[in-house]
């Protein structure tokens, strides 16, 4: 049966998201579309049509700098069961028309970070079959993960922590750590002030802060920060992503501080989500348990002792078009071996 891929609105594209029942994550939103074209970014909503049919949805950036311009395609295609056509067929039909894009939008290469698990062989062999290959970074979405159940009581929640996570928890209350939420502007400082200390401490490449007051005011209400303070000073903060199935741990900051403030901030992030009538707690990207060496195994380590499951997913693939990519390519792994990603 023929298929369509055509340009759709963000309103039919939004009630795809929402009512979809598979992997997906708030990059496949209306509310980040509009984030990155707030960014002066250059964005396409596309959908798969079975006739009149929607199937399928694709969000797909175009990033220009000096050195290259490229397509992405971040956590998607979404593609919706369907009886008479396989995932695989409509897998195939999306990879061929987002190279004909790729083509069309004059790119050097497209690249796709897809929900694909590793279980999911024939997806994976079409992307070789289409000529894809892995791409020379670290990460560009998360592709391992760390997800917690909210379709529990927060008894239950609590009670499947780890010993030392439930211990620093229940010592909130002992040393008056208050968490506050919202995302006014002097919310967004509190947190700038945390971020800014942070990066001195650990020598990462921040987002710049006028993408992170621009993001709080496309996702509006989806988007909160929750603030930890003793006393009158603020140690610890956590930018929190909601859609109507899941809340994502998007950023995280903090001061060195010996009383369990980050752990507070994070609890009450949960219970929001949970009173939200999320199922699931996202906390984002983690490193594996033997990477000592990785910048992330601290904060991983601190994300897994709220109990949860580790999620893993297929790394980033590019498709390359021009030479420019073979360029871009030896600069994205020296970056990554210099990172010690």
Known sequence: MPLEFNKISEELFQNFYDKFSENKTFLQTSNYAEFQKRLGKTIFLYGIFKKEELIGTALIQKIQTRLKTFLHCPHCPLIRKDNSLSKTEQF?????????????????????????????KPLITLLKTN?????????VNPEKTWVLNLEQTEEEIFKNMK???RYEIRRQKKFNIEVLSGNTDKDLDIFWNLHTKTVQRQGFIPFPKDSTATQLKSFKKNCLIFNGKINQEFYSSAIIIFDKHTAYYQQGASKHCKFPVSH?????AIREAKKRGCKKFNFWGICDKDQITHPWYG??????????KEE?????QDFPITFKYWINFYIEKYRKWKRNY
Do not use: M
């Open 163 to 165: 010993k030392t996570t």
């Open 312 to 316: 893993n997913f297929l790394h980033c």
């Open 92 to 120: 195939n039909f999306f990879l061929e028309k987002y190279k004909t894009l790729g083509n069309t939008q004059r790119c050097d290469f497209v690249r796709i970070s897809p929900l694909i698990t590793l279980e999911e």
């Open 131 to 139: 000529k894809f290959r892995p791409a020379p970074i670290h990460l």
């Open 299 to 308: 904060l991983s380590k601190f994300k897994r002792g709220f109990g949860g």
């Open 264 to 268: 507070a901030v994070l609890w009450e």
